[in-house]
């Protein structure tokens, strides 16, 4: 069985034999100067998979191709020459694609896995990689020009928009949720509420508390000094927290997909003087953000309406400064256990998925409750770990209602965990 994974430092070795076998195919191949047998060197892979961005494709018997993936903007792909790119939409870039020659299909499998975290990917190769442009293009690349590399070598670029030829169903239930949030905010759901004047004015007197659960509120010493801090608020969208951070001090960015979350925040700015980055995206896409940008991430409970959270993780630590802290809430799964309000009888099987389980998706409908998936603490807490973070705190919360609450039953994590690397921490 082939599967696709996040490489360890344990696969440094078995990576570069494979890129070895690459360098010498190329060679056989006519192209003895894309990468020749000294590129990639061991240190970059060795960065990029400390980075969360290197990947192995294995068998039962071990990684037999690899790929690297740049989240975010690339810099050679500023400028384009000999064309264009068809639009300014987010992508993914994949670089570094070898194989050994026991599998096929590494280009196609590697194309696969990233289309997992975005519609739009970018892909470049060398002028005489007649291999991998006829691998590009039987996935869907298109050619678009020619960029240059670092040395100033010429490279054609092609871009693949999945988005172009079908609908993902991640893009439509996106959506759905995006629509549904903004109606329950209409209709004065709890976290849609903007804090009042008083609470912002007792906040900037450093009375204040904020919440990435239901019920308990965050340590303050999870925060450190927020003065003259680079905040992202991450889905956290609503008027509750982000105007706490700016009365603290903190310079804030907030991204959310709901207009009426994002409305509250430009309302509660507008009322009290204080300027904020607005941002509408959907956090399942890559962040439009550089690297390296932020001192801290508040990430309310809200991956419940995403598919895959691993992704999200990635991006966190990729714009998160070294030292930076990531703060989540996240649901444990415990409540797609039981169906609607009643919590005395188990009926659902986990993993609770409504893209894929009919029976889920009615549950959702008849309950009004946007489209939402499980996830174990394997792809929260686990998903940060292997993004690079290192955890440094957590507690447990309960739903605040109902009779899970009154049996004091964990529904919910809250952790905080930092990018290493060194740097100065908010400690």
Known sequence: MVTVRNATLADLPAIMTIYHSAQEFMIRSGNPHQWGRRYPTEQLIADEIRRGVCYVITN????????????????????????????????????????????HGIVKTAVEHCLGFCNV?????HPDNLPMQRSVAACGFVRCGVIRVA??????????????????????????????????????????????????????????????????TVPHSWFGNLQGKRVLGLASGGGQQ???????????????????????????????????????????????FADDCFDLIFHPVSNCYVEQVKPIWRECFRVLKPGGVLLAGLDNGVNYLFNGED????VNALPFHPLHNADHMRQLERDDCGIQFSHTLEEQIGGQLEAGFQLTALYE????????????VPCFVATRAVKPMGGETLD
Not at 186 to 212: C, F, H, M, N, S
């Open 343 to 346: 919590e005395t009888r188990v």
């Open 397 to 408: 919360d309960t739903n605040g209602e109902g009779r899970l609450h009154e049996l004091n």
């Open 242 to 288: 982000m105007p706490v951070f700016a009365a603290l001090g903190a310079d804030c960015t907030v991204l959310d997909y709901s207009d009426e979350q994002l409305k509250s925040e430009q309302t509660v700015a507008q009322r009290e003087g204080y300027a904020i980055e607005i941002v509408k995206a959907d956090m399942t896409r890559p962040l439009p």
């Open 121 to 125: 990917l970018r892909i470049d190769t």
């Open 60 to 103: 039962e018997t071990g990684p037999h191709g690899v790929f690297c993936v740049c989240f975010g903007e690339e810099p050679t792909y500023a400028k384009i020459e000999d064309g264009a790119w068809p639009d300014d939409a987010p992508y993914i870039a994949i670089h570094r694609v070898a194989g050994d020659g026991t599998l």
């Open 151 to 216: 040395d100033g070598s010429p490279r054609y670029a092609y871009q693949l928009n999945a988005a172009r030829t079908q609908t993902p169903p991640a893009e439509d239930y996106q959506q759905r949720n995006a629509r549904t949030i903004d109606r329950w905010v209409r209709e004065g759901w709890e976290w849609g509420v903007p804090i009042t004047q008083a609470e912002y004015e007792a906040a900037q007197a450093g009375r204040w508390d904020v919440k990435l659960t239901p019920v308990k």
